[in-house]
């Protein structure tokens, strides 16, 4: 079975460029995060998806930052204009529905390295 | 609020020695507990979790963690490290009141030498 995936690996930016990350979740999974790491501190939940709706999204550092899930597969996550804080690793994961006495474990990706010059 | 502290940035440790990796949490209801580690170049993985019943969790290659509710506290332990364990660990919570998110720690990396 394939892991989460995410498109590019790296990406390297100038100040008020605009970069989209892409997220393939592990098929059937219904859930999908996006988590970031800014160097040397906490990963931080960004945002919940259920399908193709949003579930939570009370991480999203402010409106530069637009992700979508078109259909329920694949999510892409944009940041325009990019900003000298917004680098850092940007995190995806996906998971199973839990049901009401059980939290299913969520899988990640690999991540993508965003620098912004 | 939710919080997570691993209060060690670096744990060295002997192959062969037990290994313990710390992590408290502060949460306002019942907890979900997990660990996850990062091997270069990769992305988490999932080794462990606690959700309810027995405080004593076991997990992938070896490693278990204990729940300790008065302690808050869910540290990760293995009984003989390998020097394939060196890697970066992270404890994460969950309310299972509120939402999905996961809360995670600031990482703690395990140098474990032949």
């Known amino acids: ?117 | 609020a939710q919080s997570v502290a691993q209060p060690e940035d670096q744990v060295n440790v002997a192959e062969g020695n037990p290994l313990t990796v710390k992590c408290t949490y502060s949460v306002s209801g019942n907890p979900y507990l997990f660990w996850y580690v990062q091997y270069p170049n990769r992305g988490l993985q999932f080794l462990l979790k606690y959700i309810t019943g027995d405080n004593l969790v076991k997990g992938s290659y070896g490693f278990e963690a204990e729940f300790n509710k008065s302690q808050t506290s869910f540290h990760l332990k293995k009984p003989s490290a390998l020097v394939s364990d060196s890697a970066l660990y992270f404890c994460a919570v969950r309310d299972r009141n509120s939402g999905y998110a996961l809360n995670f720690g600031k990482g703690t990396s395990l140098l474990v030498t032949p």
């Open chain 1, 1 to 117: 079975e394939a892991g989460v995936t995410q498109f590019p690996s790296h990406s390297v930016i100038e100040k008020g460029q605009t970069v989209t990350l892409r997220c393939d979740p592990i098929s059937g999974h219904d859930n999908l995060y996006w988590y970031r790491r800014v160097m040397g501190k906490e990963i931080k939940f960004l945002l919940h998806f259920v399908k193709e709706s949003k579930q939570d999204e009370s991480g999203m550092p402010n409106n530069r930052f637009l992700a979508e899930r078109t259909g329920g597969t694949y999510s892409t996550l944009k940041v325009q204009p990019a900003e000298l804080e917004d680098s850092g690793v940007y995190f995806c994961a996906s998971s199973t529905r839990s049901s009401g006495r059980t939290s299913n474990e969520q899988f990640f990706g690999p991540g993508t390295r965003l620098t912004v010059l």
